[in-house]
């Protein structure tokens, strides 16, 4: 994949998907929000697919709730924070089971067996709980919608979680677990007679399952056996989505947006996904990084403790005994966090090369609550955010 060097509001203008991925708890969901502001407002026709979005984001777009049904924006909030909105923004949140479900009613090889196995009692619990199945559902979803001509741009914020990484090794951990030897056991021992055989099982694993069901009674493994048996039934159908969710990552009009805080862990972190993605020939668009400390003013020259106090004068403000000390020690402080982020960041601006963006975000007093403020953030982004510190 060879890079194309544009900026990130190019991106937006361009490109049919955004991915946008990184770490939780580094401002990834309000990225993808923002993402999708700022192409609704430039006039093109935005969903934005979210995986367990924290309820001040569904304040911020003026929706009571996010829910797996399309809600659309309303247009007269843009208005009154002042940038009428030229195309529209609908907002989604992922049913992982929901999918799930669409997936086993497309793949099966017949409705009763569908059916079979949409009522298996241990369903509800493996078609969202089994490794991978929440990331692997969120590109399925984004496949099935990325064909819907209503949509120009689609803007998908990952599930979160501890590692980016597992986004892109979904389809393959899901694609292990159906085709683990575990899987072919329970299917061999209860093909054939329709209930389990620990005849045709190895003596070491039919002493472990009969042992396991004395604890939790025959029914559960039937039901287990049952489940097998009716996700192999899938399997062809899972493995040639997969490769088909995987090729569509690679599309030209897809990009990654690799969101991350200026955090040396978050940083790491980033870079390794980055990484994966030169390896897998997946398109970088650009590294956003949120709550980027900016260095306070007079930063060259630190002000002294007569100058906090002239300072606090002149704007009618009175200051205890040690107050101008502790003004100067705050500033001082900034000036070093501010430094130590432009540090961190340092590793991104290496890895993008000069041809992949890396957009600062400056920290915010408080939390994006409301459209007026997802709104700036989105104009921060437009811009490329705040000018890269000199080294």
């Excluded at 430039?42 to 996010?66: F, H, Y």
Aim: charged residues 25%; neutral net charge.
């Amino acid at each position: 994949m060879i890079p194309t060097g544009e900026t990130l509001d190019q991106l937006v203008m361009s490109r049919h998907v955004l991915v946008v991925v990184g770490a939780g708890g580094v401002g990834k969901t309000t990225t993808a929000a923002a993402l999708g502001v700022a192409a609704a407002l430039r006039g093109r026709r935005v969903l934005c697919l979210t995986i367990d979005p924290a309820r001040r984001l569904a304040e911020s777009l003026g929706l009571e709730r996010m829910s797996s049904e399309e809600q659309t924006v309303a247009p007269a909030l843009f208005a009154r924070t002042g940038a009428p909105m030229a195309g529209s923004l609908t907002a989604m949140m992922l049913d992982t089971r929901a999918t799930f479900d669409e997936l086993v009613v497309k793949y099966s090889s017949s409705p009763e067996r569908a059916r079979k196995l949409l009522d298996n009692r241990l369903y509800q619990y493996v078609s969202t709980s089994l490794a991978g199945t929440q990331e692997y559902m969120a590109m399925e979803k984004l496949v099935s919608v990325q064909r819907d001509p209503r949509y120009d741009l689609i803007v998908l914020d990952t599930p979160p979680t501890a590692n980016a990484l597992d986004f892109l090794d979904a389809p393959g951990r899901l694609i292990e677990a159906l085709d683990s030897r575990t899987m072919q056991w329970f299917v061999q021992a209860f093909e054939s007679t329709g209930k389990v055989s620990f005849n045709l099982l190895a003596r070491s694993a039919a002493l472990v399952l009969r042992g396991l069901g004395r604890i939790t009674g025959g029914g559960f493994l039937r039901s287990m056996a049952e489940l097998i048996t009716e996700l192999n039934d899938l399997f062809g159908g899972f493995r040639q989505r997969a490769k088909m969710v995987e090729e569509s990552l690679r599309s030209p009009e897809v990009s990654f947006v690799l969101v991350t805080s200026p955090a040396p862990m978050s940083i790491k972190e980033v870079v390794f996904f980055s990484d994966r993605l030169v390896e897998a020939e997946m398109p970088r668009g650009a590294f956003v990084v949120n709550r980027f400390r900016l260095p306070p003013p007079l930063a060259e020259s630190p002000p002294s403790e007569g100058d906090a106090a002239e300072a606090a004068a002149a704007r009618g403000l009175m200051l205890e005994d040690d107050g101008p000390a502790r003004l100067v020690r705050a500033h001082s402080d900034a000036v070093r966090l501010a430094a130590l982020d432009a540090r961190h960041v340092r590793a991104l601006d290496e890895r993008a090369t000069g041809i992949v963006p890396v957009v600062r975000v400056p920290e915010l007093a408080g939390d994006v609550h409301d459209l007026a403020k997802l709104r700036d953030v989105a104009d921060t982004l437009m811009r490329g955010g705040v000018p890269r510190p000199p080294r």
